[in-house]
């Protein structure tokens, strides 16, 4: 059964920095994408980083040049370095894998800062 667990989260002021970490055990995928979602209160989840199977990332607009993600060399654990935060980061940022037809995701860690 795959697990989903993230970490990391916290509060800090505008311009300062936090790394999220997943922890991911249980798959047996050779080919799919890890990754983080986030919402923030009365808005729609949106994607923010993913990092696939090849090590390809890609990343929403408003994180590129601010936001890192990478994977350790067991694939287990994925990892979100956020710079430069802006108050609109602030949100519940959820990881997860997705595999064809098939995803998982945590319950999510959260994300605040302040102007």
């Known amino acids: 059964q795959v697990h989903v667990v993230e970490s990391g989260g916290g509060s800090v002021q505008a311009g300062g920095s936090l790394r999220l970490s997943c922890e991911v055990s249980g798959y047996t995928f050779k080919t799919y994408c890890m990754g983080w979602l986030r919402q923030a209160p009365g808005k729609e989840r949106e994607r923010v980083a993913f990092?696939?199977?090849?090590?390809?990332?890609t990343y929403a607009d408003p994180v590129k040049g601010r936001f890192t993600i990478s994977q350790d060399n067991a694939k287990t654990t994925v990892y979100l370095q956020m710079n430069s935060l802006e108050p609109e980061d602030s949100a519940m940022y959820y990881c997860?894998?997705?595999?064809?037809?098939?995803?998982?995701w945590g319950k999510g860690t959260l994300v605040t800062v302040s102007s």
């Open positions: 990092i696939d199977s090849a090590g390809r990332t």
């Open positions: 997860g894998i997705v595999a064809g037809e098939m995803d998982y």
